[in-house]
């Protein structure tokens, strides 16, 4: 296994950086001394994350800006450039997590997860891409997800954001190669980040929160985020093509390859045992799980969901009513426009509320 590279003073970007599993890859990155650019849609959620990775240390530029508008690509790597002169890592971390029924779908659902989840990330390695070229160095890692290499029932939104943009890491590896500039794919599997807290949720929403709560819970079914999150960063520093974070996933992940047929069937009975039925179209965008009450009484629930809200507490998943509203640059740098939302040139970037980002 390759020796890993000291990261020391390296230039990191990390897109949806305000809570989970980004603020936890931002604070490993810190802990190696590199200057950060952190962005998310929030203000106040950014503004409290930065503050606490300034509290421990951490060298951080907050941007806020929504990573699905077509400027902000190259508006968060000339923020790098005019910071730092440089840019040498960028993860792509920004999603959103949809469950329910197709039933309950509709096409918005799948352009808002594929405008956050595969066009998001490869804009932003098409514009990085060419500043680590010239500068002979850099790194390009994507957060992709288990339901990038198996489609899952009741999240077909986001599987197919997530397959999407595994094709384009691994094929973008595959044209670059070894290096200078490396493409990292990481899948992971459930991790307890709290996500279920933000995630959305149609069709028979209660019983669909209480079913990915519990999965986003559970120590046997899902992981570690910290632990997650140190992994990560070993498998950048190691340059490595691909890291799929459990031996559950990996074994998944073979599975899909060898007997896709299978594994759909053994997919579709755990839909028919265990997953609510459809029941009816659902709203557009779903019920956030914060406004949600579960489908088991409330203390057993809390109960076997405890190791979840406990990371939501502790990695700002939680509910919070904060402001909205935003410049586009905060923290340490401000908006060379002068305006509360602008791209280069100028223009106002839109103001439309797709996934978090």
Same mark, same amino acid.
């Given at each position: 296994?390759?020796?890993? %590279?000291?990261?020391?003073? /390296?230039? $990191? *970007?990390? =897109?949806? #950086?305000?809570?989970?599993?980004? @603020?936890? +890859? ?79 779908? %509709?096409?918005?659902?799948? /352009?808002? $997860? *594929?405008? =956050?989840? #595969?066009?998001?990330?490869?804009? @932003?390695? +098409? ?231």
């Amino acid at each position: 296994m390759r020796t890993p %590279d000291d990261i020391r003073g /390296e230039v $990191a *970007l990390i =897109t949806g #950086a305000s809570r989970g599993l980004g @603020l936890l +890859l931002a604070r490993e990155l810190a802990r190696h001394s590199c200057p950060l650019i952190i962005c998310a849609r929030n203000q106040g959620e950014l503004d409290r994350a930065a503050g606490q990775l300034r509290a421990a240390g951490a060298e951080v530029t907050a941007i806020a800006c929504d990573v699905t508008d077509e400027g902000s690509a190259q508006l968060l790597v000339d923020a790098a450039l005019q910071r730092y002169g440089r840019l040498d890592i960028v993860i792509s971390n920004a999603g959103i997590i949809q469950v329910g029924p197709v039933q309950a779908s %509709d096409v918005a659902h799948y /352009e808002t $997860a *594929l405008n =956050t989840m #595969a066009l998001a990330p490869v804009r @932003l390695a +098409l514009t990085a891409l060419p500043v680590m070229r010239s500068q002979g160095h850099g790194r390009i890692v994507t957060i992709a997800s288990i339901g990038g290499k198996l489609s899952v029932p009741h999240l077909l939104p986001y599987s197919t954001a997530k397959f999407a943009v595994v094709g384009f890491s691994e094929g973008l590896r595959a044209e670059l190669g070894s290096g200078p500039v490396t493409v990292t794919t990481v899948v992971p599997g459930l991790m307890r980040t709290g996500s279920h807290e933000q995630a959305r949720f149609t069709g028979q929403a209660g019983k669909e929160f209480t079913w990915f709560a519990l999965g986003a819970s559970l120590p046997l079914l899902s992981m570690d985020a910290e632990r997650a999150a140190r992994q990560i960063i070993g498998a950048i520093r190691r340059r490595r093509a691909e890291i799929i974070l459990t031996p559950a996933g990996q074994l998944v992940s073979r599975l899909a390859g060898i007997a896709p047929g299978l594994a759909g069937q053994v997919l579709h009975l755990t839909q028919q045992l265990a997953l609510p039925a459809p029941n009816g179209d659902g709203d557009d965008q779903g019920t956030p799980g914060h406004e949600l009450n579960p489908a088991l009484p409330r203390r057993a629930f809390d109960r076997l969901t405890i190791l979840g809200r406990a990371a939501a507490s502790r990695f700002n998943e939680r509910y919070a009513r904060l402001p909205l509203r935003r410049p586009l640059f905060a923290g340490s740098t401000s908006c060379p426009h002068r305006s509360q939302s602008c791209q280069p040139g100028g223009r106002a970037l839109s103001r439309r509320a797709p996934a978090r980002g």
